[in-house]
């Protein structure tokens, strides 16, 4: 059974770089297979993809994101990471990590990381 | 980028029929997949493909997109199936690929 673990810091000042790692226990990140994304909700608010990696290293980005975010990939650890730059309170939300698998026709989330909440604040 | 539209919140009372509707633009010809998230957990997948059901999920479950709407319809909802549900689609040739619904909270009254 995969299972996906979001871990870093829960508290980040304004300004500076949000950082994440997600674990991947049960399988690996190195099968062409699976995308490999970042999906956040602010409190009481709605899901927002953030972006996804490829185990070639391959990345998309969300366009309203774009110029902040990096996701990498190492797959001798079997994880990936968010890195979100300059950082204001409205980046504080839980932050997920999911894995996109290929169905008949299209791609959709099938496993998630239980979440880990991140509050940007001085 | 594409935009889904779904309605705030939806109440049925238990044993009825709960439809949750997605609307996008031509959201017929996509695929449109539909997560179940229930307090402090996880999003989980409840839909594929506008109708296939993962393993696990009951039959219940079941869900049509055609037109400009797509819909996620529970039969005998239970109290259990309170919880928060997302439409999902991946939009493929655009620059935003995945995007997600605003979010319905299903209400058992």
């Known amino acids: 059974q995969v299972e996906l673990q979001e871990s870093g810091p829960g508290l980040v000042k304004p300004s500076e770089t949000l950082s994440l790692t997600c674990s991947v226990s049960?399988?690996?990140?190195?099968?062409?297979?699976?995308?490999w994304s970042w999906i956040r909700q602010p409190p009481g608010k709605g899901l927002e993809w953030i972006g996804y990696?490829?185990?070639?290293?391959?990345?998309n980005y969300n366009p309203s994101l774009k110029s902040r975010v990096s996701i990498s990939i190492d797959t001798s650890q079997n994880q990936f990471s968010l890195k979100l730059r300059s950082v204001t309170a409205a980046d504080t939300a839980v932050y997920y990590c999911a894995r996109e698998s290929w169905l008949v026709r299209t791609i959709a989330f099938d496993m998630w990381g239980q979440g880990t909440m991140v509050t940007v604040s001085s | 980028s594409y935009v889904l539209t779904q309605p705030p919140s939806v109440s049925v009372a238990p044993g009825q029929t709960a439809r949750i509707t997605c609307g996008g633009n031509n959201i017929g010809s996509k695929s449109v997949h539909w997560y179940q998230q229930k307090p402090g957990q996880a999003p989980a997948p409840v839909v594929y493909d506008d109708s296939d059901r993962p393993s696990g999920i009951p039959e219940r479950f079941s869900g049509s997109n055609s037109g400009n709407t797509a819909t996620l319809i529970i039969s005998r909802v239970e109290a259990g199936d309170e919880a928060d549900y997302y439409c999902?689609?991946?939009?493929?040739?655009?620059?935003?690929?995945?995007?997600f619904g605003g979010g319905t909270k299903l209400t058992v009254l």
């Open positions: 990696i490829y185990y070639s290293g391959t990345t």
């Open positions: 049960g399988g690996s990140v190195s099968r062409n297979s699976y995308y």
């Open positions: 999902q689609v991946w939009d493929s040739s655009s620059d935003h690929p995945r995007v």
